[in-house]
């Protein structure tokens, strides 16, 4: 399983990676293998604000579906459109190409409570 240094993480499997106040967000690579094949993103909260810890959309694989959590209080700003076609981006290039949404963060003391890559990676076993 890949883990990027360069990017904090969530118990839950997120990544956020932060420029400035704004930042993108994904689903690690831990969780798309667990999930499986992705075949459908849906997030209904753009221009929403959210706390940190919130669902902001799912993810439907061929086996389940499962809520996503944004990692750090804010706005949702916009979706990764490539996804509306290509959901299974999140599959193949889950720090990359897959990301999920791009969002303005409101609190970025909660930086804090992320994992970094090290942290991340004893979480998932590695």
Known sequence: MEVKENLSYTNDHEWIKID?????V??????QSELGDI????????SEDLNKNEVFGTVEAVKTVSDLFIPMSGKVLEFNSA???NPELVNESPYDDGWIIKMEISNLDEISDLLDYQAYKILIGQ
Do not use: M, P, S
């Open 26 to 31: 994904g689903i690690t690579d831990f969780a």
């Open 20 to 24: 400035g106040n704004t930042a993108l």
């Open 39 to 46: 075949v459908f993103i849906e997030v209904e909260t753009i």
């Open 83 to 85: 996804l509306e076609d």
